[in-house]
């Protein structure tokens, strides 16, 4: 692969010191990192590692989920598998490794501390991609399973697979209730930066509003916090997470 001459942050080793791994084709890895806002052509962006490093994420968890969990149904597996190659999980894997700070960007983009979920979720993907060809399947695998794999847990010990609009439209519904509606109150910021201010509303009860970068972000916010404000979840203070109570259907 030709070397190019993209300028580099200065963290750029800071992905290879998240892999634990140092790449031969150092091209590669500049290319993983090479966001479309500044690549000179789009060939030139991490866009086709990216596609490819999708799919190789996609057979690492289907792989892990088959045989760690032998009596799940084809219908969980997959709600799971959703979960963690989910834009929002592989977002958060990126910014916890840091590659927000390695990844060339246009001016355009704005601060590195309020980067779209989409592109984090890209950059992490390209990386995997990156990785695949540069180390093979076996470095990519232990990997992948290294900063997934609690998150795989947690995943399958929570039946909601955190969609609580789901969780929320299925107890009423069971309990003879009105079916949840999700009224927007402000949007804000540029295309790439879009913030959404929803709320869920039940019949004539409004609840406590919630933010959220993407419409589907926002409601999934505002149906926990009306569940929480139904006495039907909790959060826990600890750690964060959403644990349902027992009269919530999952």
């Known amino acids: 692969m030709e070397q190019s001459h993209f300028p580099q942050p200065p963290e750029r080793g800071i992905v290879e010191q998240a892999l634990g791994y140092t790449f031969k084709d150092r091209a590669l890895l500049e290319r993983a990192l090479i966001h479309a806002s500044v690549a000179p052509k789009r060939l030139d962006s991490n ?31 997959t709600k799971v598998k959703s979960n963690i190659v989910s834009r929002k999980v592989c977002a958060e894997v990126a910014k916890e490794l840091g590659f927000d700070q390695a990844i060339s960007l246009g001016k355009g983009m704005g601060s590195r501390e309020q980067l779209p979920l989409s592109l984090l979720a890209a950059v992490f993907e390209s990386v995997v991609g990156a990785l695949y060809l540069d180390a093979g399947f ?23 697979q955190e969609n609580f609009k789901s969780v929320l439209q299925q107890t009423l519904q069971r309990g003879g209730g009105a079916t949840p509606d999700y009224l927007i109150l402000a949007e804000e910021g540029p295309d790439h930066l879009k913030c959404f201010h929803i709320c869920a509303v039940v019949g ?3 609840f406590a509003m919630q933010t959220g970068a993407s419409k589907k972000e926002a409601e999934q916010a505002a149906a926990l916090a009306a569940l929480v404000e139904l006495g039907l979840a909790r959060i826990d203070e600890s750690t964060g997470e959403a644990d349902l109570n027992d009269g919530a259907v999952r």
């Open 204 to 206: 004539e009860r409004r």
């Open 138 to 160: 076996e470095v990519t695998r232990e990997f992948v399973l290294r900063v997934m794999n609690p998150r795989i847990v947690r995943a399958h010990e929570q039946g909601h």
């Open 47 to 77: 866009e086709r590692l990216e596609f490819f490093g999708d799919a190789i994420l996609g057979v690492i968890i289907c792989e892990r989920l088959f045989l760690a969990y032998p009596n799940a149904l084809e219908g969980e597996l």
